[in-house]
Structure formats: structure tokens, C-alpha cells
């Protein structure tokens, strides 16, 4: 089974920082779109953002403004940079292909708190 391996997550205030990385195989990266997905305490998963492998993105309304993905092919990575963060951004982030043909990785835990 393969999995996507994530991390960069951690601990912070309301207004800072963070960026998730995440590395796919080569495989399914050059081939399919690559996305974000998170799952806060007690909900179910729900996607945060998607890139094409031509690089177009596409936002989740409710981190427009705040959150960039962005990927490198040459280096099967893709990354998640997270600004403004919200204690409602807390969760755990997962990265796959779209439509998730990889196995869900444990994910990288985010949470925003003073």
C-alpha cells in the first residue's frame, strides 16, 4: 500500500503560520491533480485545496485568501502554505491524488491555539 507522506504541522496562535509538506510517488503525481484535505475533531473529512498538475489551484471558500498550494514535479512534492490560521483551521491535514488512489497517509496534525 502506498501512502503520500505529510508533515509540517504543529502548534500555533491564532494569526500564524505554518506550511504542510507533502511527497507523493512519482507515479501518481505527474499524473493526477494533487489535493488537501483536512479533518477537524469529530467532522468528517473535507477538501482544502486541489492543484492541477499544470499548476492551477483551486481553493475551499472558507481559506481563499489564506492558504496557497503549490507543487514541484521534479521533486513529487506538494505544499500547503497556511496564513491567518484560525482555531477553526485545526485539524489534521492529508494530502492525495484527485480521486484519491493512494492509501490516506496518518496525516500531519495543525492546531491553532492561544
Known amino acids: 500500500q502506498v501512502q503520500p507522506e505529510e508533515s509540517g504541522g504543529g502548534l500555533v496562535q491564532p494569526g500564524g503560520s505554518l506550511r504542510l509538506s507533502c511527497v507523493a510517488p512519482?507515479?501518481?503525481?505527474?499524473?493526477?491533480?494533487m489535493a488537501w484535505f483536512r479533518q477537524p475533531p469529530g467532522e468528517q473529512r473535507e477538501l482544502v485545496a486541489r492543484?492541477?498538475?499544470?499548476?492551477?489551484?483551486y481553493y475551499a471558500d472558507f481559506v481563499k485568501g489564506r492558504f496557497a498550494v503549490s507543487r514541484d514535479s521534479a521533486k513529487n512534492t506538494m505544499w500547503l502554505q497556511m496564513d491567518l490560521l484560525e482555531p477553526e483551521d485545526t485539524a489534521v491535514y492529508y494530502c492525495?491524488?484527485?480521486?484519491?488512489?493512494?492509501?490516506w497517509g496518518q496525516g500531519t496534525q495543525v492546531t491553532v491555539s492561544s
Open positions: 492525495n491524488s484527485l480521486p484519491a488512489v493512494l492509501t
Open positions: 512519482k507515479s501518481v503525481f505527474g499524473t493526477y491533480m
Open positions: 492543484i492541477t498538475v499544470s499548476g492551477f489551484a
